[in-house]
């Protein structure tokens, strides 16, 4: 699947947008592409979910990666803004417990 | 069923999802937007879209390689209170959990499951053979239900309780049919009409008008086991190779591992049998035991005249699909059984075969060695398999004069040990040239070379007339390795000149004479003893032999004490390797 997120250093925090699904297709390049921007001085990864329309458990599997590798370093995987659907999927799975999710 | 649903028609979407991750989104657009057309709410279409892309995402990852090319199955269909999804995939199945838990929530995978038990009302996971089905049930509001929720709530109800009852005794009837024929399976010696008694059943049961059940024979012939009528066995159907008949329907199932359906519509090629029935629908499929190909069954169901069923629309319904995928594998399971015994009861033959070779090899064996005056013989064989083709004799001609015999029959079995029976035979019906080895082998080479090449197989030999009174040895050899002599000092190799016995017909051989010192030793043996190998690779060899044979300390020894000796020294050598070859020896000494 052809992805054109946009990766952006702001300082500890590495901020991935235009990410138009998480789901099987493309979970696995999702995960290793954005492992691939944080940088080594880098402890948190914020995530805009407002375009993407689709999440999956495989897209949640990638989620709860990055959850681990920002863990790894004292820092947290932040999810901003996601569209009802997926703030449901979240839910069901209790994942909104261990994501911070933002609102803004 | 009845339609207890007035004037609603269900509506149904069905299509075929190619088995890749890549190509689930747009087939959950398609779902999507029929599920608009028929008028559902957001929430059901959240529910269903995630539901079905979760189903199709298993679906797909867990296909194995030779099932890729088969499409995932959807099949979406809007009752008035409900919709269902069904997906059918080509996995190899799992059991679906009674009750799926949330994972950890450090787990990485494992939520699907859970989405879908969490979105759906309901969700059942049916293992067929070669495909399985996931069928998700989701109630919605109905026009029915507002107007009458209670009544609404029954009539669901009832159509669940039908729907239940309707499985449950299309069960028991498949379950009580196998039994019942498990328990003649046991009786019936007779495997063909027991498949023709399972097979009435179950066309019974589905409502075939007509089957035939091939089996496959040498995985590339196809063979009818059992038919409704004559007229479908239309001999061999070959299904690989160069003269495959790939373009008959079992042909093709049984290639391509998966079920056909077919209609009156369908072109059969020219000389397919299934043309016998012409205006069928029905399906091919193919039967599998544990990978293993067994054969096709065919069932049909004729198309009266006149009447047109919809186009595409199968003969079988999928529960009756599951009976005839139940009875397949059933009536496969017997099939291999049949075999397996048959196979037993060779394999008994051959072993009673090889039990009446060792007792006519151990026969063979002397149990006790003739003397000769002021010498003594000791020897020993050993087989490294049951039967061996390795034989020694001692044929006492005179008070003074003896014919010592080491030969080695090239192959193993009951003809080995049968030709090392009839050289002993020969070589003492033969008693005027025991004097002769070289004329004796020619003479043996003459009376055997017929049925040794017949069968491919040759003897080697060696013949050593021993006269004790002129302290002389003569031998002769066919192809055997060397005899040694040892006289204290030196060691004596003696190889005359000959081929093996049964390689050429006139075979000529020539004889070598030796002078028996005072303790002397002679060693006649096998090939078994310099080949033996130890744990590094490393054969026993010639020289270790000649340098054994030759230690000073063996003067003057009996030949008993040296058999031991050499006996211990092989086994110590192979002590890691164990025994590999027939190892057989004769020793004399004075």
Redesign the interface.
Known sequence: ?DMDMKFQNDGETLRVSAVP?L???NANSFRDETRHAFGGDQRNIEIDLSETA?V???G???L??LH?TTSGRGGVLRLLNPTP?VQ??LE????H??FEVVRQ | MPDTFGAFRPATLRFALPCELSQVRQAAKTAHDFLIEQGCNDDILTACDLALVEACNNAIKYAPDNARQHPVGVEITCHDGQLELRVADHTRGFDWPERVELPPPESESGRGLFLIQSLMDSAHYLRGNGENILIMRKARPSAAAHAKPVAGARMENDRLITGLLDELSSSYESLAAIFRHSATQNKAADLIKFARGVLGDLAGLVGADWFVFRTAQNQSRLDVLAASESALDMGSIIFRGENGDAAFLEAEAAVSRQAIWFDENRVLSGADPLRQKPRSRGLVYPVFVEENFVGTLVLGKNVKRGVSSPAGERAFTSSQTNIIATFAQFLALQIVNARLQEEHVAHRIIARELEIAGSIQRSLMLKELPQLPGFEIAALCRSAHQVGGDFYDVLKLTDDTALLVIADVMGKGVLAAMFAAILRAVLRATPELNGEPAALLARVNQILFDELSGVDMFITAQLAFVDVKARRLVVGSAGHCPLLVADGSTVKSLSPEGMPLGILPDAVFVSETVDLPTNCRVLLYTDGLTEAMDGAGERFGQERLTDWFNKGGHQARPARELQEDLANQLAQFEVKTGLNDDQTFLIMTG
């Open positions: 699947m699904e789901s099987a297709a689709a999956d458990s495989c949640l599997g990638a709860v990666a681990k659907s449901q999927i069901l799975t209790r994942m417990r261990i």
